[in-house]
């Protein structure tokens, strides 16, 4: 009981740490103009919504405001079906954040909840860049790469999420843990959400001079689009 409980401890502590970092949402690209070759669009959608909550709101807490994108997003995440996951709305400076409920790390994993946090209130330099500040497919993406973070720790046990926490520390695990991130979101069919969330991010002026840091920790626009070339069920050409 002593070994566990120093675990837990051991466990939450790292957690805390690890997860309050998570994502800056400053991905950056080497241009201003851009092209996004499939486009979410909300009026397609608001007639669906029914269909997708039936099938893919289970077990989800549903963030006000921005219900379809989260939807949209789930959608391209079966495995998720049935997680218990909560999105939360309140002040943060970092724009997203995703996380196992720290209470619940220790469960059984089909026993835990996952929070994804979404700052409806940040400093004025990151105002421009919170999910209210994006277009509905901007949004989309970038809850994708929350989900995809979620999607990754279904599966890993207490001790395993606090040694990701651990490695989270060191500067080469962490650009490998995030850009691995990007690249989960990019096989679940979100690549040109993604895309359109680094593009636009990169285009405001209060960002310029930050390239050097988020292309160390995250894939550039045009990694995302050579990622994405890669893939069958991405067509650059069309």
């Known amino acids: 009981m002593m070994v566990r409980n120093s675990i837990l401890f051991l466990a939450l502590a ?8 998570l994502y800056s949402g400053t991905l950056k690209m080497e241009q201003t103009q851009y092209e996004v070759k499939k486009e979410y669009k909300k009026a397609d959608y608001i007639s669906k919504y029914d269909s997708l ?10 963030p006000q405001g921005y219900e379809l994108q989260a939807l949209i997003a789930l959608s391209h995440f079966p495995e998720l079906k049935g997680v218990k996951i909560k999105f939360v709305m309140k002040p ?3 724009p997203l954040t995703s996380q196992p409920n720290l209470w619940t790390v220790l469960r059984k994993t ?17 105002d421009n860049i919170i999910l209210k500040s994006l277009s509905f497919n901007a949004q989309i993406g970038v ?33 490998q843990f995030e850009k691995d991130t990007d690249r989960r979101t990019i096989r679940h ?40 070339a890669l893939l069958p069920e991405y067509s650059l050409n069309q």
């Open 14 to 21: 790292l957690l805390a740490s690890f997860f309050n970092s």
């Open 53 to 62: 909550l039936k099938e893919f709101g289970q077990n989800k807490i549903l």
């Open 92 to 94: 943060a400076y970092i």
């Open 110 to 126: 089909d026993r835990r909840e996952y929070l994804v946090i979404i700052s409806s209130q940040s400093s004025p330099i990151m």
């Open 143 to 175: 809850i994708g790469h929350e989900l995809a973070h979620t999607a990754f720790y279904i599966n890993k046990s207490g001790e395993e999420l606090a040694s990701v926490a651990l490695d989270y520390i060191f500067p080469n695990t962490r650009s």
């Open 189 to 228: 069919g979100l690549g040109w959400q993604l895309y359109e969330y680094a593009a636009y991010v990169r285009s405001l002026p209060e960002m310029e001079g930050d390239n050097d840091w988020i292309d160390q920790y995250y894939l550039s626009p045009q990694k995302i689009l050579e990622y994405m």
